[in-house]
Each structure stands twice: as structure tokens, then as C-alpha cells.
């Protein structure tokens, strides 16, 4: 029997291989051999589906003048040069797929530019799902800055490239996802039954923190990111977007940031300030404001099994989808922290692995 040492070995014999110029035939090769963790839930395999991993597409961030390298742009972001790797890793840790999105660094473009761009990158989207179907689905990007634009590209990506899904930002060239602009967007999203994927990005309340977020600890990250979208999806809530489209699937990356740990919150202020919220109980809107978050659903970047223990017990585990960002080192550990999130049932279980992922985003499970 090929022993974990061994199979890594050979898979980085491959990955070498792969760099010289031998396809992707040699990583397939190594993985059906390979060793893959297996994940099982009341005595059957369990199809772990990962909704946060990432990928980029270097020709069109070429459109950009923006090239692969350093901490941001990590070379391994690239699906083709370092796909053996990505599967050495994604098999280790028990990721049977994962669902590729891209942080969007494009909302800034001018019309022209991002419609080649986003064109260029979907296809490269579906070109590397379709190299590896069975463990690779992608969310579609869009230019949403453009929202008339955004909506065909949503369709195209969807019905001619076979994405599934779309990702987006918490916010779009300083503009609030909430705002009007969008509603065209919305209202394609939620016509389509599309799973809409919401990542922060360096441009939102990152950069508007600013000074804030200097010093040690990475702060710009591990507080601005959710703090983004935190603000993104209170948006949504308190300006009546998720009323006016209230069959709209939203996913809130990193356990959607800090408001499902924080729900009440969220309840209790308009009725201590009742005259910033004229209208109703609460304001506008139709309900109380944590039955929205209810309604979300949330990857499990939360890093504990409690912290995912939480996220179930305030919403349902069935709102629960596995993430790891992969690339980026944040997480060795997913599937043994639902596997050790305690109070969850097989069925729970089996629904956060994949169940729910594989139900929205048209995977076979
Ligand atoms: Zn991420």
C-alpha cells in the first residue's frame, strides 16, 4: 500500500513533471493512485464540496496590467501550473470538490475593458472545471459595477459555460450592494435560483479603515474582511433589498463575518433608537432583522468546532456549507472540525459536508 509519504513524493514528482510541459494527464495519473481521504457519516461516504476556494485567471488579470506572485496574487491561485498540488491538498484533507471562485479586483474597469475581462475569465473558469469535473464547479464572476452588463455576463456564465452560482464583493467601487444600482443584478440572481457567493475585498472597509487596521496581527484582514461583510449583508437586511427579492440565495464568506456570531444585536437597534428606523418596528423592513441572517447561508471559516456549533444552533445547520480559502493557509483542519462540531446529527452532518452545497449548486452528491 502506497503510504501519505510516498503519494506526496510522487505527487510532487508529477507537479514537476506538469511544470516542464507534461499535462495534466500526469495529475490524474497520481491521484488515481493517490491517497484520498475518505469522510464517513452513519457508515456512508460523505461528499465533501469546499464553496471558499479560490483560483485566478492570468490572462485576463493581464487586462489589468496585474501578473501572479507575491502574498496577494499567490502563484497558486493558478489552476493550470500547480494543479497536482491543489489536489495533493484537497485529497489530504478530505475536499472531494471545490467551488472556485475570484476576489474581484475588476470594479474599477471601464465598461469595454470589463466585458473582455470577465469574458476571458469565465471561459478560463469553465475550461479548468471541465479538465476535472468531478472535483471542480466554479461561481461565475461578473462586472457589477456595470449592473446591465453583469446581468448578461450572469446568464452567459451560467447557461454557456456552465457556472454555477456567482461571487461578488462586499461592495462595489465604494457603493453598497443595497443600493438601487444593483437591483437589476438581484432580481437575475434570484429569477435564476443562483447561489450568490459574497467575498470582502481589499478595496472595501479594509482600505476605509485605513490607519485603523495597521500595526501587528494582520488587522486588515482578520478584522476588515468581516467587517465588510457584516456591513454588506446589514445592508441588504435594514435597506429592504432581501424583501424585495426574498427568493435570493446569499452566501456570507468566513461564517459571514461577525453578524451571525452576533445576531441580537442587529434586533435590538431600532427599538433603543426608534427614530433611526421610521417606518415600522424596524424601519422599513418586514421582519426582525435576525430572521434574515436565518435565511442566509454561511461557510464554516469559523475555526472551531464551537464557533460552527454556534452558527448551527442560531440558524439551522442546513444554512452551513464547508469553506477552507483554499490557497490561502488558513485551515488544514476542516472536515474534522464538523466532524467534531458536537449536537449536529448524520443528517446535519452530511448537509454541511456537502448536502446543502451539492442541493444549491447542482453537484451530484
Ligand atoms: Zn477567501
Redesign the pocket.
Known sequence: MTTRRDFIASASTFAGLAFVGCDMLASRHAHAQGARRETIVAGRRAKVIDV?A?CAVPEAMALMNLKLGGPTFRPDLHMGSTLAQRLTVMDAQGIDMQVLSI?PYWYKAERDLAEKLIQVQNEKLAEACGAQPDRFVAFATVALQHPDLAVRQLEEGVKKYGLRGVSIGGSVDGLELSDPKFHPFWAKAEQMGLLVFI?PQATGAQTDLGKRLKGNGYLENVIGWPVETSIALSHLIFEGTLDRFPGLKICG?HGGGYLPSYAGRLDFGCPTRPDLCPGGPYGPIKKKPSEYLAQMYYDTMVFSPEGIRHLAAEFGANQLMVGT?YP?PWTKTMVDEVMATPGLSDADRIAILGGTAAKLLGIRA
Open positions: 471558499h479560490h476576489n467575498h464568506a480559502d490561502f
